[in-house]
T-cell receptor, first 115, second 113 residues
Framework: EAGVAQSPRYKIIEKRQSVAFWCNPI?????LYWYQQILGQGPKLLIQ????????DSQLPKDRFSAERLKGVDSTLKIQPAKLEDSAVYLC?????????????FGSGTRLTVV | GEDVEQSLFLSVREGDSSVINCTYT??????LYWYKQEPGAGLQLLTY?????DMKQDQRLTVLLNKKDKHLSLRIADTQTGDSAIYFC?????????????FGTGTRLTIIP
């Protein structure tokens, strides 16, 4: 089966600019997650979708970050405006359901550098 | 609260066993996971253990869980160069029907030829 697809792989932007990341989960996976992984740290959950609804966005900095999952498949994560501390790898993951006993499948991530 | 801790670095000679340790704080964890991250890649699920188990073995991997001490370990037998990576443990808590994973900081495993 195809894995979780993410694009772009790399992005360099100046602070205060906007950026968007795209994720296509594994077909049939109802639950989709966006994680932020700062260099030297473990991934931290930003937002969790169940189909096209948000089930947890408590850690999402909503003043600058937004995410959507139209039609319950693909998802986009946007940062507007970006800050230097947003430099990180943004990982998308999906699982069959929201009790991911089978573990999550992660994409390769988008490495964002804010200069 | 949720907090998962790991040592940052581990160096092992090729052919020896690697033991990566992890401590967690939330006693209500249902599952505990080990993920592997190679350079430039996402996280790959290696194995998991249910919280009512003490041990799980899967080929070269052995997971030990001490629930009393909230200590989890991953042993890799006959460590190979391909095992070089960062290893993350993660604890899972079911919160209102949603699984939440909290990851440790990761242990970078280096293989010495």
């Amino acid at each position: 089966e195809a894995g979780v697809a993410q694009s772009p792989r790399y992005k360099i932007i100046e602070k205060r600019q906007s950026v968007a990341f795209w994720c296509n989960p594994i077909s049939g996976h109802a639950t989709l997650y966006w994680y932020q992984q700062i260099l030297g740290q473990g991934p931290k959950l930003l937002i969790q979708f169940q189909n096209n609804g948000v089930v947890d966005d408590s850690q999402l900095p909503k003043d600058r970050f937004s995410a959507e999952r139209l039609k319950g498949v693909d998802s986009t994560l946007k940062i507007q405006p970006a800050k230097l501390e947003d430099s990180a790898v943004y990982l998308c993951a999906s699982s069959l359901d929201r009790q991911g006993y089978y573990g999550y499948t992660f994409g390769s991530g988008t490495r964002l550098t804010v200069v | 609260g949720e907090d998962v801790e790991q040592s940052l670095f581990l160096s092992v000679r090729e052919g020896d066993s690697s033991v990566i340790n992890c401590t967690y704080t939330d006693s209500s964890s249902t599952y505990l996971y080990w993920y592997k991250q190679e350079p430039g890649a996402g996280l790959q699920l290696l194995t998991y253990i249910f919280s009512n188990m003490d041990m799980k073995q899967d080929q070269r991997l052995t997971v030990l869980l001490n629930k009393k001490d909230k200590h989890l370990s991953l042993r890799i037998a006959d460590t190979q160069t391909g095992d070089s990576a960062i290893y993350f443990c993660a604890e899972s808590i079911i919160d209102f029907g949603n699984e939440k994973l909290t990851f440790g900081t990761g242990t970078r495993l280096t293989i010495i030829p």
